[in-house]
C-alpha cells in the first residue's frame, strides 16, 4: 500500500492557462474525492467517483473544471482558462469498503500568478 | 445544510498541558464525525472517528466523544508533546451523501517545550 499519490506537488501558472493534476488513488479503492483547500480554511469538496462514473459535483465546480476518472482507476483533474481565484491547494482522497474513512494525497498546490 | 464549526485559533500550549479543541456541528442525516490531522509538509491524515452517538474516538492519546445532544465533537488529550503541533480539522460525512467530507475551518496547535 504506497497511499494517494498526487503529481504535480506544485505547479506556477500564468493566469488564462489550463493545468491538469493526477491523482493516483489507493490501489483496489473505488471511492475518489477531489477537494479544494485554500490559506486559512479546511478542504471543500469539489467532485466525487465511485469507479468510473462522476456521481456528484459540487457548485465550487465551475464549468472550467473537468474531472475524469478513466477506468476507475486514476483520476484527471483539468482547470482551464485559470484565475487568480483557482491559486490553492487541490486534494484528493480514496476510500472503500467502509465508505466514511478517506485517505487523503500530498496534495497539488496551484499558484496562478 | 452540513457544516463543522471549530474554535478560533490558533492555540498554543506548554508540553504536558491539557488539550481541548472544541467541535460542533449541524447535519442534514446522521453523521459520522472526524477529527484530522495535518502535520508540516505532510498531508491530511486521519486522526480519530466516531460513528454513532456516544462513540468515543481515540489514538495517540487523543480522543473525542460523539455528543448527539449538543451536537459536538470535542477534541481532548492529557498531555500535549511538541510533537502534537499540527493542524486540526474537524470534519463530518453523512451515510448516502456519497460520504463527502465537511470540515470546519481547521486549528493551529503550536506546542513549546
Known amino acids: 500500500d504506497t497511499g494517494v499519490s498526487q503529481d504535480p506537488r506544485h505547479k506556477i501558472t500564468k493566469r488564462g492557462q489550463n493545468v491538469t493534476f493526477r491523482c493516483d488513488p489507493i490501489?483496489?479503492?473505488?471511492?475518489l474525492y477531489w477537494y479544494r483547500q485554500t490559506l486559512g480554511q479546511g478542504p471543500e469538496f469539489l467532485t466525487y467517483f465511485q469507479n468510473e462514473a462522476q456521481l456528484e459535483k459540487s457548485r465550487l465546480l465551475s464549468d472550467r473544471f473537468s474531472a475524469e476518472r478513466p477506468k476507475g482507476s486514476f483520476s484527471t483533474l483539468e482547470i482551464q482558462r485559470t484565475e487568480q481565484g483557482d491559486s490553492a491547494m487541490y486534494l484528493c482522497?480514496?476510500?472503500?469498503?467502509?465508505?466514511?474513512?478517506?485517505?487523503f494525497g500530498p496534495g497539488t498546490r496551484l499558484t496562478v500568478t | 445544510g452540513n457544516s463543522v464549526t471549530q474554535m478560533e485559533g490558533p492555540v498554543t500550549l506548554s508540553e504536558e498541558a491539557f488539550l481541548t479543541i472544541n467541535c460542533t456541528y449541524t447535519?442534514?442525516?446522521?453523521?459520522?464525525l472526524f477529527w484530522y490531522v495535518q502535520y508540516p509538509g505532510e498531508g491530511l491524515q486521519l486522526l480519530l472517528k466516531?460513528?454513532?452517538?456516544?462513540d468515543k474516538g481515540s489514538n495517540k492519546g487523543f480522543e473525542a466523544t460523539y455528543r448527539k445532544e449538543t451536537t459536538s465533537f470535542h477534541l481532548e488529550k492529557g498531555s500535549v508533546q511538541v510533537s502534537d503541533s499540527a493542524v486540526y480539522f474537524c470534519?463530518?460525512?453523512?451515510?448516502?451523501?456519497?460520504?463527502?467530507?465537511?470540515f470546519g475551518k481547521g486549528i493551529t496547535l503550536s506546542v513549546r517545550p
Open positions: 482522497a480514496s476510500g472503500s469498503g467502509r465508505a466514511y474513512e478517506q485517505y
Open positions: 466516531a460513528t454513532k452517538a456516544d
Open positions: 447535519a442534514t442525516g446522521y453523521p459520522s
Open positions: 470534519a463530518l460525512s453523512v451515510t448516502g451523501a456519497n460520504s463527502k467530507l465537511t
Open positions: 490501489s483496489e479503492h473505488n471511492r
